[in-house]
């Protein structure tokens, strides 16, 4: 027995406290919880503490956040929360789930694989890339279904993200010289105090655009599981709405910050592509390195406030203030980080992989995303993901509506490179004209220009061709178009310092890689 830990908290470590007496009871804590692991069943308390962004002070309060934990978790992964069940004090002892009067609640849940847990498969090299594409459509099909109101605008918009900022600081103060450096909050806090002057316009361009919802709110790795061919996301926050209410950038930056903290840099560029892809989030590039610094603030405060509980032993205190010395470390790379103005052009034919590229290359540079096919269908008030199978240089894919289209493009990156922001062009770019009028927009603008172009062979591209055919995604590209496109098309003997060739067939992250070194 533990002495620290409460007397029915230590009297739950016994199988008789359960209904179901479990051959093994093991206890884990987090900084707000009591998780016991019973056989097949989990079931979780949380401590009577009051941090200022919760409060599970009084019995009510626990039971309604045990309610709430219930009902949003449901939303990602609905067989694994079962309900909310009492702790009773009885004649034999505490007991979970018996008659008379509750001493406390804890929310009941099926036990997940272990060998399911993402960070699990991270561990042991697991986790495949179709696996972590399903992740990513998951979470932007939640996304897209969870729900959106004024109040839901207003507590989870930029102003309640400033406020969230100026907590994060205050709560840290103290921790300055134990678990971040004095330059490591100076540096975080000039970098949020920029983005707050600079940016507004793009966290109201993005609330407009419907991305405020209510939202996981702690979405990182442990909180996946892969069970079977389903996947399932839980733990979310329940306890502040005003944590939970956000910018959906706010979730995916937080998982891509937690592969990129474990080492999985990759696998974040995977993750953020797919994310793209599947929402034609635009705007959300811009938005990642503000996020991204968030979340690994908050995990290096949450981290810090476990070295001021007196039931954490001193070897696990070592353990948390290194991680939280980590977390503070990738804030600060957020920070410091940042890509000046530049023009990208993706080029290439229908099915080169350009926009597999493009869509994690736009979230590693923190790049505005503009994609042709998108902007197209848009212009022409239909759904990007609205099917038409148009013969080559017909119907939409006229050359007045191609024209149109590229116009949009291009004054869409004049306006962001204007603003200071980098820009990343989705489209065929096929002819000469149309790669000089985008140079022209980066000279004119004081920009650093790039011309990517991808290629590969064709059995890959028909390949890619034929997969597409059966997914939602907004290109209409298909065998038929690839082959006119590769008799219409232009030599691209751009200079040899604007032009790079990339192999799409190569790992996503080696194609990173050779433009980030293009770049310089």
Known sequence: M?????????????????????????????????VFLADELVYKLKKPLDLGF?????LEKRRHFCEEEVRLNRRLCDETYLGVVPVVETDAGVQVEAEGEPIDYAVKMRRLPEDGMMTAMLERDALTLAQLRQLAEKIAEFHASSEQSDEI???????TAKTNWQENFDQTVSKIGVTISQEQFDGIRGFIDREVKQSADVFGLRAREGRIRDCHGDMRSDAVC???DSVCIYDCIEFNERFRYSDVASDVA????????????ALSDELLGAYIRATGDSTLPLVLPFYKCYRAYVRGKVDGFQLDQPEIDDQQKKAVAEGARHYFDLAHQYATHSTPPTLVVMSGLTGSGKSYLGNALSARLGAALYNSDVVRKALLGLEATERRWEPFGAGIYNPETTAMTYEAL??????????????????SFLKRQEREAARKVAVETNAAFAVIECTADEATIKERLSERATEQVASDGRWEIYQR???VREPIDESPSDLLRVNSTLPLSAQIDAVLKHLG
């Not at 016994?14 to 179901?20: F, G, L, T």
């Not at 919760?54 to 009084?58: E, G, H, R, V």
Request: hydrophobic share 40%; charged share 25%; net charge negative.
């Open 485 to 487: 496109q590769l008799e």
């Open 254 to 265: 937080f998982l891509a910050m937690d592969l990129e903290f474990r080492g999985y840099r």
């Open 410 to 427: 291009l004054s869409n990156a004049r306006s962001m490179l204007e603003h200071g922001r980098p820009v990343v062009l989705d489209a």
């Open 2 to 34: 533990d002495a620290a830990l409460p007397a029915h908290i230590q009297a739950l470590l016994s199988p008789k406290a359960y209904p179901d007496s479990p051959k093994d009871v093991e206890l884990r804590q987090t900084h707000i919880s009591y």
């Open 54 to 58: 919760l409060d599970f002070t009084t």
């Open 153 to 159: 605008d207003e507590l989870g918009g930029f102003e």
């Open 226 to 228: 892969f069970v079977q």
